[in-house]
């Protein structure tokens, strides 16, 4: 299979807290995305970290990459409610115009 | 108008109709891809589309049917389907790769059409 696997599949934190999700993936990769999705809805482009890049900042998301592990880290600061969602990385190889989905973590956000 | 639209946003179908799910998109995107989900999974690649042709197949049933009339329009054709082709059907565009390796390309998604195969 293309697909990465992340985990937990499934985080419930109480508001303000932080989440963190892992996504591990299998192949050489040009980019890893992260992305939202509300239930049953399409999916919203949080964040791209290209393979020479280690960590990158946006807002309160913070991603990081480890090539070596092939692995990526996402990070939710001072979690809200309105997070509650599921997270999908993405990565794409260097060539064509793939884009492989990891399993995905479930996050609820308790107020 | 960075938005991918969708129609229907739900369809009931019986195994021997025909329908046909449509996609537009008006960000100068070269790039459309279909994809499908099933409930508490990842979307699964079905097809991309590079300027228009037809790029990539991941292995998809010949009951669907993609095709690409212009650059902002993207169609799945859909006939004989089964229950188990139930799923939310997603469709996304973005930069093609052609414009360059280092092209971003983030992908736009549609909200997607709920299907049912009765």
Same mark, same amino acid.
């Given at each position: 299979?293309? +697909?990465?696997?992340? /985990?937990?599949?499934?985080?419930?934190?109480?508001?303000?807290?932080?989440?963190?999700?892992?996504?591990?993936?299998?192949?050489?990769?040009?980019?890893? +995305?992260?992305?939202?999705?509300?239930?049953?809805?399409?999916?919203?482009?949080?964040?791209?970290?290209?393979?020479?890049?280690?960590?990158?900042?946006?807002?309160?998301?913070?991603?990081?990459? /480890?090539?070596?592990?092939?692995?990526?880290?996402? %990070?939710?600061?001072?979690?809200?409610?309105? /997070?509650?969602?599921?997270?999908?990385?993405?990565? /794409?190889?260097?060539?064509?115009? +793939?884009?492989?989905?990891?399993?995905?973590?479930? %996050?609820?956000?308790?107020? | 108008?960075?938005?991918?639209? =969708?129609?229907?946003? *739900?369809?009931?179908?019986?195994?021997?109709?025909?329908?046909?799910?449509?996609?537009? =998109? *008006?960000?100068? *995107?070269?790039?459309?891809?279909?994809?499908?989900?099933?409930?508490?999974?990842?979307?699964?690649?079905?097809?991309?589309?590079?300027?228009?042709?037809?790029?990539?197949?991941?292995?998809?049933?010949?009951?669907?049917?993609?095709?690409?009339?212009?650059?902002?329009?993207?169609?799945? *054709?859909?006939?004989?389907?089964?229950?188990?082709?139930?799923?939310?059907?997603?469709?996304?565009?973005? =930069?093609?790769?052609?414009?360059?390796?280092?092209?971003?390309?983030? =992908?736009?998604?549609?909200?997607?059409?709920?299907?049912?195969?009765?």
């Amino acid at each position: 299979s293309q +697909q990465g696997e992340e /985990d937990p599949q499934a985080l419930s934190i109480q508001e303000g807290e932080n989440a963190t999700m892992n996504c591990s993936y299998k192949t050489s990769i040009n980019n890893l +995305q992260w992305y939202r999705q509300n239930s049953g809805r399409g999916l919203v482009h949080l964040i791209l970290i290209r393979s020479n890049e280690r960590e990158k900042h946006s807002g309160r998301l913070r991603v990081t990459l /480890d090539t070596s592990k092939k692995s990526s880290s996402l %990070l939710i600061t001072a979690s809200r409610a309105a /997070d509650t969602a599921s997270y999908f990385c993405a990565t /794409d190889r260097n060539t064509g115009n +793939q884009f492989y989905f990891g399993t995905g973590t479930s %996050l609820t956000v308790i107020p | 108008d960075t938005e991918v639209t =969708q129609t229907p946003k *739900h369809l009931v179908m019986g195994m021997t109709n025909k329908k046909s799910l449509k996609c537009e =998109q *008006h960000m100068g *995107h070269r790039a459309m891809y279909w994809y499908k989900q099933k409930a508490k999974k990842p979307p699964e690649l079905m097809f991309v589309y590079s300027y228009e042709k037809l790029s990539i197949n991941e292995s998809v049933p010949s009951r669907f049917s993609p095709e690409c009339p212009n650059s902002s329009l993207l169609n799945l *054709h859909l006939h004989a389907l089964q229950p188990e082709d139930s799923a939310l059907y997603l469709c996304a565009s973005s =930069q093609d790769r052609l414009a360059g390796a280092s092209s971003y390309n983030e =992908q736009f998604f549609g909200p997607g059409t709920r299907l049912t195969v009765l």
